[in-house]
């Protein structure tokens, strides 16, 4: 089962790379065996300047590209999220889908997937709040209903924890994948 979640996922970022490079987009990009760790994976671990300089610049995903060569992005429903990993916190920046940036936020890498194992399905979203509260929430934070109503959690451990949840605000689905 896990060994099919990961082909999955492997076609889906292929998916994902070859619509960025039709849009001009060069990312360099490797798969790596599933025990590399959160910081193992891209070629540049950024400082907290930069990564404060990432999330509170304006520019169109293009020209972040250009800046900040990207190395990890994820689309899903026509948002992209992009990662810049430094050595305590990532920056994640959330685009459009004409590469307009709607949200950019640090996040500090502190907590681990074992962290996560006592939430179930049917859970408030307040239990996870309790758990992660600098997780990303993005559909409260933009306050759009056109993006999916899910939570993303990083961990320090290399993994990335989404939760979704139905219109009860109550856990759907969790999700985590090693990064």
């Not at 970022?13 to 959160?38: Q, R, V």
């Not at 891209?42 to 990207?70: C, G, H, K, W």
């Not at 999220?81 to 920046?93: K, W």
């Not at 239990?127 to 992660?132: A, E, G, P, R, Y």
Request: glycine share 6%; proline share 3%.
């Amino acid at each position: 089962m896990k060994l099919k979640t990961f082909y999955k996922l492997l076609f889906l970022l292929f998916i994902i790379m070859t619509e960025f490079c039709e849009w001009g987009i060069h990312m360099d990009y490797s798969l790596l065996a599933s025990d590399n760790n959160i910081k193992s994976i891209p070629s540049t671990i950024y400082d907290e300047t930069d990564l404060d300089n990432i999330v509170n610049s304006n520019m169109s995903l293009r020209d972040l590209n250009n800046a900040y060569p990207v190395e990890h992005i994820k689309e899903e429903n026509g948002v992209s999220r992009v990662v810049f990993i430094g050595n305590d916190h990532i920056a994640v920046l959330v685009y459009d889908n004409l590469g307009n940036k709607l949200l950019g936020k640090k996040y500090e890498i502190r907590l681990h997937k074992s962290d996560f194992i006592k939430l179930s399905k049917g859970m408030p979203i307040e239990k996870v709040m309790d758990i992660d509260p600098h997780g990303e929430y993005l559909f409260f934070e933009t306050g759009r209903n056109d993006i999916p109503k899910q939570s993303t959690h990083f961990t320090k451990d290399g993994y990335i924890i989404i939760i979704e949840y139905d219109n009860m605000f109550r856990i759907k689905k969790i999700f985590n994948m090693k990064l």
